[in-house]
C-alpha cells in the first residue's frame, strides 16, 4: 500500500490522473505490482531477479536503479543496499552472471559537494534510499534517497527521460550535480570507450566495450545524454561547470581526480575488464535536473538520433503515458472482471503478463553486424528457458510482435547459419540443451504458417532455418547450433565421444541435450507437416523425434520405480547415475551445471524430472513408465518426495503430467498446489529466477486453465482460477470468451476441499461439445466464440471421466499417430479493408473512426501489404 500511496501521489504531481471519474473501471496497469521477484537471491534466496524500472514492451532501454551488492541480475534488489546509479538497460529475470547484464552509463545525483569534491566514484557515492521510497507502475520508475534527492525514469523504445529533484532546504547549496559514469556497468566489465561533453548544448556522448552477461564475448554500446531541456520545461537548468573525472591510475581506481572544463577521456581497447573510474560531473543551478538519454548499438550519432526522434519535445507525461499505452494495450489482450475475481490472483495474472513481455527486446534498427530488412530482437535469454510457455503465450494473444521475433530467429539463421538460441547483449551466449529456437520458430509455422506472408514472415526460409539447425554441426555447438554429428550418428548424444569431425562445445549434459534434440526434431517434423514438406521429411524428424527413448534404462530403479533415462556411451551401454542426482533432495553434491563438472549428464535437473521429458509423445513415457497407474503414482511420488523443483525450466508442465494418464482431476490439484505454494505477490513470489518472463508466462497459463504443447496446436486445459476470460488476438482480430461456469473461489487454496467445484466435468467450444476434457486446439483458443468450462466437485466421477469418452480425447502424442495433419484447420481468413493505428507516439487515437473500425485496431500499421488486402479471419460460426 505504502508502493502504491507513494506512486500515485507522485503521478498527481504532473498531473495525471488514472482512469475516469465517471465509472470505476480500472487501468489494467494499475494491478502490475513489479516489484513481485525482486527478492534478494543472495544466500539460497528465491531471487526473481525481475526488473522493476521502466521500459515499454519489448523496449531496448530498461531505466532502472542499481544496487551496490551482488546477486543483482538485473541491477534491482528490494533490500535496503545501497545504490549505485540509475542505467539505461537491464535483462529481466536471467540467471547468469550475479553481477548483472548491461547496467550501462549510470547516472548518479549529488548534492552538498563543491565541483572538485563530490564524491563520483561508484564506492563513495553508493546512496541508501529512505524505507519504502521504492514505486514503480508500467512505464514509470521512482526512488528517493535518505539524502532526499528524489529520481524518477520513463522511457521509449529506445530513449527516455530521468529527473533528479533536489531537497531544497536551506542547509542545502543552490549547486547540484550529476555525474555521467562511463565506466561501471553491473559487472564492472569496462574494456575501452570514450565520453564527451560539450558544455554549451550540454550534450555528453558514450560509447563502451562491456562483457557479456553470460557467454564469453563483449559488446559495444553507446549512448547520448542532453541536459539542456526546451524553453516549456520548468524549472530551466542551467549548466554551471562540467569537466571529466577519472582514476589516477588504474591500479588506484579510487583515486580519482576531477578536471574543470575538461571535454573528453578515450581508453583503447583492453582484454581484461578495467576498474578505472571514469566520466563526466556536471553542476547545475537547479533544484531538479531532467535529463533525455537515447541508447543505440550503432553508434552515438545513433543515439542521439533516437533521443530526438522518441522524445523530441521532453515532454514527460507524453512518454509516460504513451509507455502506459502500450502496456494497457498488452494486458487487455487477456481481460478478467478485475472487480469480480480474487484480487490476488487478478495481481498475479496482470503482474505476470506485463513481465512476459519486457524481453525479447526490440533492437530494430540497432542490428551491429549485418544489415537487413527484417526486425532485430535481443534477449534471447535463452531460447532454453523462454520456448516453453513466453512464445507459446505470445502465439495466443501477441502474433504480432511474434512474427517480428520469429523473423529475428530467422534473420539468425540467414546470416549466420543457425537459429540464434542465447542471444544477448548481441552476441551469442552459451546454449544450455538444444537449439531451442528450433519449438519456436516450429511453433509459429504450426500455427501462424498459413498466414507467414501477410505477417511479413518469409516461411520457406524459416523451414530452410529449422532444417539447417536440424543437419549441420557449426564449428562450436555451445554458442549456436547442435551437436547433428553425434545426433545423427547414434540418435542420442554419446557420453565419452571424441567428435571426429573437429566441431566443438561443452561435451557435458548428454542425456538432456538428447532430450532437446528429439523434440527440436519434433518441432521440424510439425513444421513439415503444416507447410506440407515431403512425407520424407515429416517422416525423418518423426522418428528422430523419437531419439529420447534411446537413453532409457529400464534396469534402474529409485524408489520402487524402473526405468529412467540416463547416459550412454558410445558403445551402447548405459554409465549410471542416482536418478536423484540434482534433484531437491539430492543428499550426495552433484553437479549438473554446464561444464565439465557435470557428472550426471542432465543440464539443471534431475533424472526423476527430465526422465518425463517428451512433450511430443507423453504416451511414451506412459508405457515406458508401465502404464497409467504406474505414471500416476510416479508422478506423485515425484512430487512427494520433492523430486520437483519448481524454480526451473524443466520442471514447468510436471504439474499438468497426470493429464496424459486420463486423470485430468489429479493435474487441477497438483496445479493449485503448485501455484500456491510457489507463487505470491511478494518480493520473493517467484519461486526462481523469471528467467525473462518464463515463471511470468507459466503462471499466466496456470491461472487461465491452459498449459502449450511445444511447437503444436495443442494446449492442455484444466480449471483456471477465475470465473472467466477473454483472450483477444492482435492478428486475427478476434476475441474468445472462456466462461467458467460453477466457478468456486473455494478453490484458491493450495488444497481445495472436497467438495468444491474443481473438476472440469464439460467443454464446449461455440456450443458444441468439445472432444475432448484435456485438450483444445489452438485454432479454437484463437478463434474468436466462446469457450465454455462447466466444473463440478465429484472427485470420483472427474477420475472416472478422465478426458472423456471420444477416441480422441487424451492430448496427442506421436506415438500414437498423434498430431496428424487432418487435425490442422487453418482459419479461414476474409478480406478486410480497414486499420486504425492508435500506438504512435504521442498521436491521440482519432475517435472519428465507426465502431466496426475500432474493433478493427491493430498493434501498428503492416510494413508492406496495403490495408485493403490484409486479411482477417472469419469468426468462427457458433
Ligand atoms: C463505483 O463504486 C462505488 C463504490 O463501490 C459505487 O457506489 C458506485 O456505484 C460505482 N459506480 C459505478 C459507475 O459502477
Ligand atoms: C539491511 O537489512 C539487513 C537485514 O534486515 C540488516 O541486517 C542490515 O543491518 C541492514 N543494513 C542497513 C544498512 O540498514
Ligand atoms: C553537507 O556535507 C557536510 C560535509 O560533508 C556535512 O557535514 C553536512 O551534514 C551535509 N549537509 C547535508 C544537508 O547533507
Ligand atoms: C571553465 O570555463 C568557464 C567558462 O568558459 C570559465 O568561466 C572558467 O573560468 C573555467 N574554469 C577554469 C578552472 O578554467
Ligand atoms: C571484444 O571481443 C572481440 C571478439 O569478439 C575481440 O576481438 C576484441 O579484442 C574484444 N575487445 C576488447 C576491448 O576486449
Ligand atoms: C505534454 O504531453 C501531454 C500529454 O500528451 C499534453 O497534454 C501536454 O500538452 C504536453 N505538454 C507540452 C508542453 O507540450
Ligand atoms: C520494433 O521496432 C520497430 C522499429 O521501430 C517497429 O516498427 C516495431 O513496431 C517494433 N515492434 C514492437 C513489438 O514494438
Ligand atoms: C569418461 O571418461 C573419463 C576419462 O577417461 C572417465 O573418468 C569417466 O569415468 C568416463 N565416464 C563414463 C560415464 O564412462
Ligand atoms: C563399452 O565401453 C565401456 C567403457 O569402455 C566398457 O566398460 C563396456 O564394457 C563397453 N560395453 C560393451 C558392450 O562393449
Ligand atoms: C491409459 O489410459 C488411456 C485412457 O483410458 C488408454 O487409452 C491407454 O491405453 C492407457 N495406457 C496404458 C499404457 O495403459
Excluded at 559495444?220 to 569537466?243: K, M
Excluded at 502465439?395 to 542465447?422: F, H, K, M, Q
Excluded at 477473454?726 to 493450495?750: C, G, I, M, P, R
Aim: hydrophobic content about 35%.
Amino acid at each position: 500500500m505504502q508502493r502504491l500511496l507513494h506512486f500515485l501521489s507522485s503521478l498527481l504531481f504532473f498531473g495525471y490522473v488514472f482512469g475516469s471519474s465517471t465509472d470505476n473501471a480500472t487501468d489494467l496497469v494499475d494491478l502490475v505490482n513489479l516489484f513481485i521477484g525482486t527478492a534478494s537471491g543472495a544466500n539460497g534466496g528465491s531471487g526473481g531477479n525481475a526488473f522493476p524500472g521502466a521500459a515499454v514492451p519489448h523496449g531496448m532501454a530498461k531505466v532502472g536503479i542499481d544496487v551496490s551488492t551482488a546477486p543483482r541480475q538485473a541491477g534491482y534488489v528490494s533490500d535496503n543496499s545501497t545504490i549505485t546509479g540509475v542505467s539505461l538497460m537491464h535483462d529481466e529475470g536471467t540467471g547468469g552472471n550475479t553481477n548483472g547484464g548491461y547496467g550501462i552509463f549510470p547516472l548518479f545525483p549529488l548534492t552538498n559537494c563543491t565541483f572538485a569534491s563530490c564524491p563520483v566514484g561508484i564506492s563513495p557515492r553508493a546512496a541508501l534510499r529512505a524505507a519504502g521510497a521504492d514505486a514503480a507502475s508500467p512505464g514509470y520508475f521512482t526512488t528517493t534517497f535518505v539524502n532526499d534527492i528524489k529520481i524518477e525514469a520513463t522511457s521509449t523504445r529506445r530513449a527516455g527521460l530521468i529527473r533528479f529533484t533536489y531537497p531544497t532546504t536551506a542547509n542545502h547549496v543552490a549547486v547540484n550535480h550529476v555525474v555521467v559514469d562511463l565506466t561501471n556497468d553491473l559487472q564492472r566489465s569496462f574494456e575501452g570507450g570514450e565520453i564527451s561533453v560539450n558544455a554549451s548544448s550540454a550534450r555528453v556522448t558514450l560509447e563502451g566495450t562491456f562483457l557479456q552477461s553470460y557467454g564469453t564475448d563483449n559488446y559495444t554500446i553507446f549512448a547520448c545524454y542532453d541536459f539542456l531541456p526546451p524553453p516549456h520545461v520548468t524549472p530551466q537548468q542551467a549548466l554551471v561547470a562540467s569537466g571529466t573525472y577519472q582514476s589516477n591510475t588504474s591500479a588506484t581506481p579510487s583515486d580519482i581526480n576531477i578536471s574543470v572544463n575538461t571535454t573528453s577521456l578515450s581508453y583503447s581497447g583492453t582484454t581484461s575488464p578495467s576498474p578505472v573510474q571514469a566520466g563526466v560531473l556536471l553542476s547545475f543551478n537547479s533544484s531538479s535536473v531532467l535529463a533525455r538519454f537515447g541508447v543505440s548499438f550503432i553508434s552515438t550519432d545513433q543515439a542521439c538520433a533516437n533521443a530526438e526522434s522518441e522524445v523530441p519535445d521532453w515532454n514527460w507525461t507524453a512518454v509516460q503515458d504513451a509507455s502506459k499505452a502500450k502496456w494497457e494495450d498488452v494486458l487487455s489482450r487477456v481481460t478478467v472482471d478485475t472487480q469480480a475475481e480474487n484480487p490476488t490472483i487478478v495481481e498475479l495474472l496482470y503482474s505476470s503478463l506485463y513481465r512476459a513481455s519486457l524481453v525479447p527486446a526490440n533492437l530494430t534498427a540497432e542490428n551491429p553486424y549485418w544489415s537487413s530488412a527484417y526486425p532485430f530482437y535481443d534477449s534471447f535469454f535463452c531460447s532454453w528457458d523462454t520456448f516453453r510457455t513466453v512464445h507459446p503465450l505470445l502465439s495466443l494473444t501477441s502474433p504480432r510482435e511474434w512474427s517480428e521475433i520469429v523473423n529475428a530467429y530467422i534473420d539468425g539463421w540467414r546470416n549466420t547459419g543457425y537459429l540464434p538460441e542465447c542471444r544477448a547483449n548481441t552476441k551469442a551466449g552459451y546454449v544450455q540443451g538444444g537449439s531451442d529456437g528450433m519449438p519456436i520458430v516450429g511453433d509459429f509455422a504450426v500455427k501462424y504458417g498459413a498466414y507467414a506472408a501477410d505477417l511479413g514472415v518469409l516461411i520457406e526460409d524459416l523451414y530452410q532455418a529449422l532444417v539447417d539447425t536440424a543437419e549441420n554441426t557449426p564449428p562450436n555447438w555451445y554458442e549456436v547450433g547442435r551437436q547433428n554429428t553425434a545426433w545423427k550418428e547414434f540418435g542420442y548424444i554419446p557420453t565419452n565421444w571424441t567428435d571426429p569431425s573437429g566441431a566443438v562445445g561443452l561435451p557435458t549434459r548428454e542425456v538432456s541435450r538428447t532430450l532437446e534434440y528429439s523434440l527440436g526434431d519434433f518441432a521440424v517434423r510439425q513444421a513439415a507437416k503444416a507447410l506440407n514438406k515431403s512425407s520424407a521429411d515429416v517422416a525423418l524428424y518423426g522418428n528422430r523425434s523419437m531419439g529420447f527413448t534411446n537413453l532409457w534404462d529400464p534396469t534402474v530403479t529409485s524408489d520402487g520405480f524402473s526405468g529412467f533415462t540416463q547416459r550412454r556411451l558410445a558403445n551402447g551401454t548405459f554409465a549410471y547415475s542416482p536418478p536423484g542426482a540434482c534433484s531437491p533432495v539430492d543428499p550426495v553434491g552433484h553437479s549438473c551445471a554446464r561444464g565439465t563438472d557435470n557428472d550426471v549428464g542432465f543440464y539443471e535437473s534431475s533424472s526423476w524430472e527430465y526422465s518425463f521429458f517428451a512433450p511430443h509423445s507423453m504416451s511414451t513415457m506412459v508405457n515406458l513408465m508401465g502404464g497409467n497407474d504406474t505414471f500416476i503414482s510416479r508422478v506423485d511420488n515425484y512430487f512427494s518426495t520433492g523430486y520437483f523443483y519448481a524454480g526451473n525450466e524443466p520442471s514447468f508442465m510436471m504439474p499438468w503430467a497426470y493429464t496424459y494418464a486420463n486423470r485430468p482431476d489429479l493435474s487441477a490439484l497438483r496445479v493449485r498446489q503448485v501455484v500456491f505454494e510457489n507463487f505470491n505477490t511478494g518480493i520473493g513470489g517467484i519461486p526462481g529466477n523469471d528467467d525473462s518472463g518464463a515463471m511470468a508466462a507459466l503462471l499466466t497459463f496456470h491461472l487461465l486453465g491452459l498449459y502449450p504443447v511445444p511447437a503444436s496446436r495443442q494446449l492442455l486445459i484444466g480449471s483456471p482460477f477465475v470465473s472467466g476470460y477473454t483472450l483477444s488476438n492482435n492478428y486475427f482480430n478476434t476475441e474468445t470468451k472462456f466462461t467458467v461456469v460453477n466457478f468456486d473461489n473455494a478453490t484458491l487454496v493450495s488444497n481445495p476441499a472436497n467438495g468444491t467445484n474443481l473438476y472440469v466435468t464439460g467443454i464446449t467450444i461455440n456450443g458444441q461439445q468439445s472432444e475432448s476434457l484435456c485438450w483444445i486446439a489452438f485454432e479454437d483458443v484463437v478463434g474468436g466464440g466462446e469457450i465454455v468450462i462447466e466444473l463440478g466437485s465429484d472427485a470420483q466421477a472427474a477420475a472416472t471421466i478422465g478426458c472423456g469418452p471420444g477416441p480422441n480425447a487424451l492430448p496427442d502424442s506421436l506415438e500414437n499417430g498423434g498430431f496428424a495433419s487432418s487435425r490442422i484447420h487453418w482459419l479461414k481468413v476474409y478480406p478486410y479493408n480497414c486499420i486504425v493505428n492508435v500506438h504512435n507516439h504521442y498521436t491521440e487515437h482519432n475517435h472519428n473512426t465507426s465502431i466496426e473500425q475500432n474493433l478493427r485496431i491493430y498493434m501498428h500499421a503492416p510494413s508492406a501489404t496495403p490495408a485493403s488486402t490484409r486479411a482477417k479471419p472469419a469468426l468462427k460460426p457458433r
